[in-house]
């Protein structure tokens, strides 16, 4: 991989975190999107009245930045966000767009940003020319700091307002449309019992060994000991106890989902390690997934796991609120 497409501006700084961190360690390049947040990181903001839905929202872009700008504190958030790039703009001849995409090229990993354009309607490409005559001092980022302090950041990781409610698509929050996507694990009723569902993974070693990847009996989901297996035998991160642990809190919160649990009703994770020294990584990854929701939880060294390669393994237990399905 060589490069990674993700949303980064003044007003998105998710980008900037554990994002570059990987990009840094991996030798993978940040093609910026976003940089001027739908237009809105321009002098025809600063100062204005907050728009109302209609003509200020004429296009899907700017609806979904509104919702960006909803997410770090409102309006109030983004003028002081303005105010401070049209600062450094002023001391540098330049304009807040400018500052704002220059922000963004400025950082470690990003290697181009994407700068939209409208033909006919709005195209700056003399203005984007005057990005290459200055560069922020420490000055201007102490300003931008100071503006970012008064915000707070946009939730979740990059592109998780793509992938977790809510949304904040420029249509609206589409949370709604969850139920109408199929889950990713089939649960199937247990014979025996007429009030218990399991899920299976595919794996080869479920039928074999006589287990299911979670089994839900009532309110109550088991999710059975999960490693960072995909498909049949395909180990994903390998070396890498982070990614391992991530890949596998995504099939944990798949199996959940499936069983109709959420990632809320967790209330108990165990953590079996290969290795002591990666628990500081792994339990970062816990805390990704985990931070808001707090289950009680262990994490425990073993000698070895079972497979080449597997540094981590998870079991979680979860129990759901009274009547879910």
Known sequence: MASNQVCCSLLDRRAT???SELCLARGVKLLAYGTLGGGFLSERWLGAPEPTEGRDFA???????????????GWGALQGVLRAAQRIGAKHGASIANVATR??????????VIVGARLTEREHRADNLKLFDFALDDEDRAWLAEAFAATKRIPGDCGDEYRRPPFLTASGDLSHHLDALPKVYEKQRVPTHADRWRVSSGSHWEPLAGYARAVRSGRRILVSGTTATHGVSRLVGRGDAAAQAAWILDKIAAAIASLGGRLEDVIRTRVYLANVNDAGAVALEHGRVFGEIRPANTFVQVGALVGEGYLVEIEAEAEVESGSA
């Open 59 to 73: 296009d899907w872009s700017k609806m979904k930045y509104r919702r960006f700008i909803e997410a770090i504190g």
């Open 103 to 112: 922000w963004v090229l400025e950082q470690p990993a990003v290697a181009a």
């Open 17 to 19: 975190e554990q994002m």
